[in-house]
């Protein structure tokens, strides 16, 4: 059974770091790309983040560059989000999703696999 397993969310202020985790099981995690998303309320899910497990590629959106740095622990199957300088506009929940492809990608249409949210709250 494949299972993501989000966590590391919370409630910090402008300026603050959080880390998020992204524990995966029931699949060969070197050959996926595991992405995080985002959701406002009334807004549409984004991508912020993506990593290949194979070659450890990366991507991050413009909004969150320079910020938030994703890793891979192949050994661990565990993708992490470091979030620093966290921003009020960063508040949302955060998914984490695999694609059954190790290449990068943004669209949430490509990723197959889905845990569920974690709440991040950045307050002013």
């Known amino acids: 059974e494949v299972q993501l397993q989000a966590s590391g969310g919370g409630l910090v202020q402008a300026g603050g770091s959080l880390r998020l985790s992204c524990a995966a099981s029931g699949f060969t995690f070197d050959d996926y790309a595991i992405g995080w998303f985002r959701q406002a309320p009334g807004k549409e899910r984004e991508g912020v983040s993506c990593?290949?497990?194979?070659?450890?590629?990366?991507y991050y959106a413009d909004s969150v560059k320079g910020r938030f740095t994703i890793s891979s622990d192949n050994a661990k199957n565990t993708v992490y989000l470091q979030m620093n300088s966290l921003k009020p506009e960063d508040t949302a929940v955060y998914f984490c999703a695999a694609r059954n492809q190790p290449i990068i990608s943004t669209p949430p249409a490509d990723f197959i696999y889905w845990g569920q949210g974690t709440q991040v709250t950045v307050s002013s």
């Open positions: 990593i290949s497990s194979s070659d450890g590629s990366t």
